[in-house]
């Protein structure tokens, strides 16, 4: 436990899961598009949908996908902001079944027609979960630049992403596999120490077996 378990964020409140918590969804998914995002639609789920508007979670979400800060006093005004924007956001309600009471569903489109699926979740003062990205299971924080990689289960896919990363001198803080079932749709998603260079990810996209190659910068 830090200091930051205790008091939890510097934030505009009122709330550090449904605003704070909500806000740094946002933004990492923002993060995680790499380019501007032109249309969201958000998706509430359980105390998110309950409770959620009077606590400000649909203005906490957008002003992440534009890319506020949990403590940027424009929250509040976020709504208007993104239609100065040219943003396209909707909001509705979704049963996720049996995930954190605090839940959100994104389908997201970026300005040159990328898109992405993302399910997240606040836990608590001001930390999240990304629990999908396109419909695959990759549980991670937000806290560290991450790797996502979707690839063919097959043999050698892992040893060419851990294999690269080490000859960047890039060190895996965490690491974590998925597959659908043997032989179909994996993923691995790679938190780690230092940055990724850009010109390791463009190699990583062009590898046969590589379907996509997702990363979160903090830079």
Not at 40 to 49: D, K, M, N, Q, R
Not at 177 to 203: K, T
């Amino acid at each position: 436990m830090n200091l930051f378990d205790i008091v939890g964020p510097v934030m505009v409140g009122p709330s550090s899961s449904h605003t704070a918590g909500a806000v740094k969804i946002g933004n990492v998914s923002r993060k995680l598009m790499g380019e501007k995002i032109v249309k969201a639609e958000i998706l509430f789920h359980g105390s998110f949908l309950a409770t959620g508007k009077g606590h400000g979670t649909d203005k906490a979400v957008v002003a992440g996908l534009l890319g506020c800060a949990v403590d940027d006093p424009r929250i509040p005004d976020s709504l208007q902001m993104a239609q100065d924007a040219g943003m396209v956001y909707s909001f509705g309600a979704v049963d996720l079944g049996d995930v954190h009471p605090n839940s959100v569903k994104m389908h997201l489109t970026g300005q040159s027609g990328k898109e992405l699926d993302v399910v997240a979740a606040s836990v608590g003062g001001g930390r999240i979960q990304i629990c999908k990205l396109d419909g695959l299971t990759a549980n991670f924080s937000g806290d560290y630049p991450t790797l996502i990689v979707h690839n063919v289960d097959q043999p050698g896919h892992v040893a060419e992403v851990t294999s690269m990363l080490e000859h960047k001198s890039v060190n895996i803080a965490t690491m974590q596999l998925y597959r659908e079932g043997r032989g179909g749709n994996a993923v691995m998603v790679l938190e780690c120490d230092q940055e990724v260079p850009a010109e390791a990810i463009r190699w990583l996209e062009h590898l046969e077996g590589i379907v996509k190659v997702t990363y979160l910068s903090l830079v």
